[in-house]
């Protein structure tokens, strides 16, 4: 018996002393200590307080969620870019939704020298990462006015809810434009597009229609399919911009003109780095 006690705890032992490289399940949500510098609230508070401008310059990137070198070289590039106010990241921080991904991936964005704001992915809504990103960065729905331009930032992984019609949310959207006079123009962030075959198909008609309606919009922007592209694919007059991926070693450099009289408020350049 006090041979069969010993051997016990010095497996005991031996299992305790290996959990650093099984602490990190799929299904935890506790975790990452939430950073207060990598919260959408600090991150809008700090867009906030810069000064108003006729001109905007931001760098839109995606699809982080395999993290190595790329990003590191991404965040070094974007930190040597002149005159940047701000960076927008289009989803899939993180691979399995774990906390220990996102905590990887934190520590390179918050050596970012400018603001930035993400958005759900597809790859964030496994597991428990829902509720991770919740607690990490803040509502999977959001929107405020910089620079007299309305970002909705919004859900719209329709596959990982199951097709239940909630996601994206048409209701919330429509009532984040509804206060027209309070901004002069819109830009939507999200990570699926509408054309995807992961997107709502009941909700896509609905939602194109209200991009499309919406006050001076000036394109959507999306990830999830890790290349770039901008085009209008529904012949409507509507830009929608998919971004590259730090692996694929291209950024998008998106200089924004609010109040210019041309229709196209924009120029986009994607950039090899």
């Not at 399940?25 to 006729?54: A, F, G, M, P, Q």
């Amino acid at each position: 018996m006090k041979k069969f006690a010993i051997i016990f705890l010095l497996v005991a032992g031996a299992g305790f002393s290996a959990c650093e490289k099984f602490e990190y399940n799929v299904y935890e949500t506790n975790r990452t200590k939430k950073d207060i510098k990598v919260t959408t609230e600090y991150n809008i508070e700090r867009l906030l307080r810069l000064s108003h401008k006729d001109t905007l310059h931001l760098v839109f990137t995606g699809d982080t969620q395999q993290f190595d070198d790329n990003l590191e070289d991404l965040v070094e590039v974007i930190n040597d870019l002149p005159a940047l106010d701000a960076v927008i990241i289009t989803g899939d921080i993180a691979e399995y939704g774990t906390a220990h991904e996102y905590k990887l991936i934190n520590e390179q964005f918050k050596l970012l020298k400018v603001p930035f704001i993400t958005v759900i992915g597809n790859h964030d809504c496994l597991a428990n990462g829902p509720e991770l990103y919740k607690d990490i960065y803040g509502p999977l729905n959001y929107s405020f006015t910089w620079n007299n331009i309305r970002f909705v930032a919004h859900n719209t992984n329709s596959r990982e809810f199951n097709f239940n019609g909630t996601v994206p949310d048409l209701n919330w959207m429509q009532q984040q434009l509804a206060d027209t006079a309070n901004y002069q123009c819109c830009i939507f962030v999200s990570h699926i597009p509408p054309f995807n075959t992961s997107f709502d198909k009941v909700l896509e008609p609905g939602y194109t229609k209200l991009i499309r309606e919406a006050k001076n919009t000036i394109f959507s922007s999306n990830g999830h399919r890790h290349d770039y592209s901008l085009d209008q694919p529904y012949n409507d007059g509507i830009w929608y911009l998919n971004t590259s991926s730090p692996p694929n070693r291209i950024y998008c450099y998106v200089t924004i003109y609010p109040y210019a009289s041309q229709s196209k408020k924009f120029d986009c350049v994607p950039v090899h780095f």
